[in-house]
């Protein structure tokens, strides 16, 4: 009978997870933080050595695409979980925006679901437009460039008026600044009766050539 062999001397582990012989053994490692899978080796194992930090000996089953493979906290066996890592999830109280960086199930409080407008509300399914809110603010805002657009109008026509009342007041005026005059003045009182409340269905008077 020869004396050489050919053959792997292989590991095998007792009940406290030592090895009972001197061999190889495939383990596989995870994330000590995470518990995530990260790869697998051999290794060598003495007589009654444990095995690696981190690293179990019974290979686990792949998970679909969008899960993730880890090890369950009790380290006793493998898991899929929910992996959206890279995605952006959304505060179902504030509709705050930020990204997904761990594994596992979404916290309560968070959807994937994206707002549509910042006047969407959580009503524990799904986003809805409080389309009041929305329509007041759109209002607000139609407002403030009416006003914003009505003081521009107002600081041209003043202007020209102050210009012309100087010529007309020192009997300077020609007749053409004695019209121009008239005209600036009643694009002036047209622009005041602008109710700026109705924007942005405002009908502007045209400015005097």
Do not use: C
């Not at 994206?114 to 986003?127: C, R, V």
């Amino acid at each position: 009978m020869s004396h050489y062999s050919t053959d792997i001397e292989t590991a095998e582990l007792d009940e406290n997870g030592l090895s009972k012989n001197a061999g190889w053994i495939t383990v596989y490692r995870v994330h000590p933080d995470t518990r995530e899978y990260q790869s697998a080796s051999m290794e060598y194992l003495m007589l009654g050595v444990g095995l690696p930090a981190h690293s179990y000996p019974n290979k686990p089953v792949l998970p679909p695409a969008g899960q993730a493979l880890r090890r369950t906290a009790d380290g006793k066996s493998w898991e899929h979980v929910p992996d959206y890592r890279g995605k952006t999830v959304y505060n179902t109280g504030t509709r705050e925006a930020s990204p997904i960086t761990t594994l596992g199930e979404l916290t309560e409080g968070f959807t994937l679901l994206e707002p549509a407008t910042e006047f969407d509300a959580w009503d524990g399914e799904k986003w809805v437009t409080d389309t009041q809110a929305q329509q007041a603010a759109e209002s607000r805002a139609a407002q403030q460039t009416a006003q914003q657009a009505l003081t521009s109008r107002l600081t041209v026509a003043n202007a020209r008026i102050q210009a012309l009342s100087d010529a007309v007041d020192l009997g300077m005026a020609t007749e053409e600044e004695s019209t121009a005059l008239t005209e600036w003045k009643t694009y002036r009182v047209l622009l005041n009766r602008i109710d700026i409340n109705t924007a942005p269905d405002i009908t502007w008077p045209e400015a005097p050539q």
